[in-house]
């Protein structure tokens, strides 16, 4: 046999495919995919990051400075309608001879509040119609608010919110009490369950 004619069996074609097999794992890791097998046996992912909307207006909450079991919760309420304002968060919680709502937010169970819930926002003082006091209201249009939190332990916590919105022109929507977001306490902080 010529030394120069005989081929040996190729090697390449295994390694080739152990190759494609690895950049095809590799690829599916970077776009955020799983292998198929056990893929539905993973919790749902958690965010720091919720809304909802009731009654006319959105409210945006998030969970940012989280450090040595502390940070901030904040609230964006957002008016779904132009020429909507909310109330103080300093109203009473029955309004002034009836009229408004505080805007609140307050937490229960793993979480606690480490002062008050405070705004981005100048207070305006208005005029209603059969109310002998001013009432105090924010701008029209969003609201940032703020409160700083802890948890002692980890846990189950729940955050309530209690708003109204009104229009000088359209009046109002129907208040919203102690409506209920709820969240986590993790070692990585809080979190909200993702949405379904």
Sequence with gaps: MNPSTHTRPSRTAPVT?????????????ACGG???????DSPPPATRTTRFTENGVTVTLSVSDWHASQGTLTAVFTPEAKGFHLYSADL??????????????????ALKAQGRLTAAADVRSISVPGVDAPVPVYPDGPVTTTLPVRA????????LFGYASCSTRDGCTIPVSDHPVHLRITGDGPAFDAAP
């Design 17 to 29: 495919a152990a190759l494609l097999s690895f950049v095809s794992l590799a690829a599916l890791a």
């Design 34 to 40: 799983q292998p198929a097998e056990g893929a539905g």
């Design 92 to 109: 009473p919680p029955n309004g002034i001879e009836g009229v408004g709502r505080p805007t609140a937010m307050a937490v229960t169970g």
């Design 152 to 159: 002692d332990a980890g846990g189950d916590a729940t955050v």
